[in-house]
């Protein structure tokens, strides 16, 4: 009860002048990490990249709190125990990971973009999309959505996802443009009636 209490503001509540400063750092280490780490193999870029987020995890105290917490909730156990901060550099590392293969993909030939989703895994996608008024796609965060909506897009399918455009708007757009030229379009996430919209037009939304 005497305990202060640290709270985690949602991004498009925090201090914009802060949230500049972010946004266009962001910006530039994507930029920057997809120029170098982009042109090495993907598990040295994997390696090194790991590296760096531990080194972030132990960092930012904050958000190791927040992660360490939520993770302690996930594996039924407190959060001082031994497997709470392994648990959560390997999600910074998995992190990592992610963003590396999104790096990846706007380098890939739309064909091999379109192949990581075989044939067999997409058609029950195209099944209920033509048998929907409008679909939704929810990903659970298992493998790369990524890859998974530029894989389906890559066959004509109107796909739209939904994104967060508050924390790092610069990053947003950059990443719009990416994502625009696999064909995959991107919708704020708080523009609820652009979701209706899609759906009406029997096209695919993506969260």
């Known amino acids: ?4 209490r640290h709270s985690l503001q949602a991004p498009h ?11 266009r750092t962001a910006v530039l280490g994507y930029r920057a990490g997809a120029w170098i780490l982009g042109r090495l193999p ?4 994997t390696l090194v990249g790991g590296w760096f987020a531990v080194g972030v995890y132990w960092a930012w105290p904050a958000r190791r709190r927040w992660l360490r917490a939520n ?5 039924g156990v407190a959060p001082g125990d031994r497997r709470v901060g392994h648990l959560a550099r390997a999600v910074y590392r998995n992190q990592v990971r992610w963003v590396l293969e999104l790096m990846r993909l706007s380098r ?14 997409a058609a ?3 099944t209920a999309w033509q048998a929907s008024k409008g679909l939704i796609v929810v990903g659970a965060h298992l493998g790369n959505n990524e890859a998974a909506a ?4 890559g066959r004509g399918w ?10 790092y708007e610069e990053l947003f757009q950059l990443l719009n443009e990416e994502r625009r030229s696999w064909g995959v379009k991107q919708i704020p996430w708080q523009n609820l009636r652009e979701v209706f919209r899609v759906l009406h037009r029997h096209e695919i939304v993506a969260l």
């Open 1 to 4: 009860g005497s305990a202060p």
């Open 124 to 126: 029950p996608f195209h």
């Open 13 to 23: 509540r925090r201090e914009a002048q802060g949230r500049r400063i972010r946004a």
């Open 71 to 75: 993770t302690a909730r996930v594996l």
């Open 150 to 153: 530029a894989g389906l897009a």
């Open 42 to 45: 993907l598990g040295p870029a």
């Open 158 to 167: 109107p796909i739209n996802a939904v994104a967060d455009d508050t924390a």
């Open 108 to 121: 890939l030939p739309q064909a091999e973009r379109t192949a990581q989703v075989e044939d067999d895994a």
